[in-house]
Structure formats: structure tokens, C-alpha cells
């Protein structure tokens, strides 16, 4: 959590409302939480149900 915090720029307290109350978070930390997780080689697809599936990336070196 804290590795994710400092990847985003955000606050720590940020990151645990995401994975607590992700409604309660202003869409731009959503952003920042979610560009630091693709430059990490975190996927994050749409579902069709409106869902965001997690995937590690093809091309992500691990």
C-alpha cells in the first residue's frame, strides 16, 4: 500500500480509501492510483459488466 502511495503521489490515507470506500475518492486520485499501477505493468481492463478486472501485463518485466 505504502509502495503504491509513493508510485501515485498520494497520500497514504488516499490509497487505503481506494481499497476501502473507492466511492468516497476523488476521480483523479482514481487516476493516479491507476497510472501508477499500469507503469508498474498492472493491467486494468474494463469488464462488461462495468468492473475493472487486474491483470499483470504481457510486456511487464518482472
Known sequence: MSD???ASR???STVRRLEQDA??????SHRAAAG???EAG???PP???GAVAV???????P
Open 10 to 12: 498520494l497520500p497514504l
Open 36 to 38: 501508477a499501477l499500469r
Open 23 to 28: 466511492g468516497s475518492v476523488l476521480i483523479r
Open 42 to 44: 498492472i493491467g486494468l
Open 4 to 6: 503504491l502511495a509513493k
Open 55 to 61: 491483470e499483470m501485463r504481457a510486456d511487464a518485466v
Open 47 to 49: 469488464l462488461s459488466n
